[in-house]
């Protein structure tokens, strides 16, 4: 069983910055791609960037350049820079990764609030 633990989530204003940590409990170059996704309060879960094991990166459009997401394969962590925030930011940030087998984990999530 694999376990992903998200943190770093708080409140931030508007232009502010917050680092989102997703710590696994096995080695991150295990995992084909890890991805955080973020669920706005009533909305749906939507995809906002992913790593692959190659380490290649993709993001959503609406944070294309102001996020950034990388990882610590020493610290089997992954982390979003996210710069400046906006208020359609915030949403629960999800963790997510994805074995080669096709099993799949999710993280408990992280709250991110972006209000001044």
């Known amino acids: 069983q694999v376990q992903l633990v998200e943190s770093g989530g708080g409140l931030v204003q508007p232009g502010g910055s917050l680092r989102l940590s997703c710590a696994a409990s096995r080695n991150t170059a295990d995992f084909t791609v890890m991805t955080w996704y973020r669920q706005p309060l009533g909305k749906q879960r939507d995809w906002v960037a992913f790593?692959?094991?190659?380490?290649?990166?993709k993001y959503e459009e609406s944070v294309q350049g102001r996020f950034t997401i990388s990882r610590d394969v020493a610290k089997s962590t992954i982390y979003l820079q996210m710069d400046s925030l906006k208020p359609k930011d915030t949403a629960v940030y999800y963790c997510y990764a994805a074995l080669k087998g096709g099993s799949a984990y999710w993280g408990q999530g992280t709250r991110v609030t972006v209000s001044s």
């Open positions: 790593i692959t094991r190659g380490g290649d990166t």
